[in-house]
T-cell receptor, first 110, second 114 residues
Framework: DAKTTQPPSMDCAEGRAANLPCNHS???????VYWYRQIHSQGPQYIIH???NNETNEMASLIITEDRKSSTLILPHATLRDTAVYYC???????????FGDGTTLTVKP | DAGVTQSPTHLIKTRGQQVTLRCSPK?????VSWYQQALGQGPQFIFQ???????QRGNFPDRFSGHQFPNYSSELNVNALLLGDSALYLC?????????????FGEGSWLTVV
């Protein structure tokens, strides 16, 4: 699995968009970009994933650059409950292990 | 549709003892992976089971072993517990498809070794 790089922490004002970046410059052609978040003491929660195209679901949007070397997770209207550690990983269809870094701690402030 | 379930949620063991953690995958999933997460760190891959066999293993000693049953549920066993084994143990299940290979996590089992 390719390695990802994320900033260790970010702040966001409640109600504003939170944009979380991730670099994955060594991603392979068959690897998807996945985002998870982990609220304290709970298991990681799946948010969204994509291969090439931008994706949107009820939780977030995922923007992947054309060269696929980086991506951005967008939480359009952050709430206090979005405060969590966000992990970006890359994973192939036949992948076994997934390599997690230390993620980005997002703090949403009132 | 039940998600990934793990038991027990919390347990305390003494150094040198053995522990067994259990996991039931999300309905329809046939592949189970186990991760260890120390405080303040991201999850670290232990191993993956598919068709009742260990398919891939991370950098963990042989004290960590597992099993997958015909119904796809799985167990993680850790022998000769060390203080450093204290962590959150996460089970994740997946089912590869044309749309990717999303892994879904359970809530984990908190293990404290004293």
């Amino acid at each position: 699995d390719a390695k990802t790089t994320q900033p260790p922490s970010m702040d966001c004002a409640e109600g504003r968009a939170a944009n979380l970046p991730c670099n994955h410059s060594t991603i392979s052609g068959n690897e998807y970009v996945y985002w998870y978040r982990q609220i304290h003491s709970q298991g990681p929660q799946y948010i969204i994933h994509g291969l090439k195209n931008n994706e949107t679901n009820e939780m977030a949007s995922l923007i992947i650059t054309e060269d696929r070397k980086s991506s951005t997770l967008i939480l359009p209207h952050a709430t206090l409950r979005d405060t969590a550690v966000y992990y970006c990983i890359v994973r192939g269809t036949n992948a076994g292990k997934s390599t997690f870094g230390d993620g980005t701690t997002l703090t949403v402030k009132p | 549709d039940a998600g990934v379930t793990q038991s027990p949620t919390h347990l305390i063991k003494t150094r040198g003892q053995q522990v067994t953690l259990r996991c039931s995958p999300k309905s329809g999933h046939d592949t189970v992976s186990w991760y260890q997460q120390a405080l303040g760190q991201g999850p670290q891959f232990i191993f993956q089971y598919y068709e009742e066999e260990e398919r891939q293993r991370g950098n963990f000693p042989d004290r960590f072993s597992g099993h997958q049953f015909p119904n796809y549920s799985s167990e993680l066993n850790v022998n000769a517990l060390l203080l450093g084994d204290s962590a959150l143990y996460l089970c994740a299940s997946s089912l590869p498809s044309r749309g990717g290979n999303t892994i879904y996590f359970g809530e984990g089992s908190w293990l404290t070794v004293v």
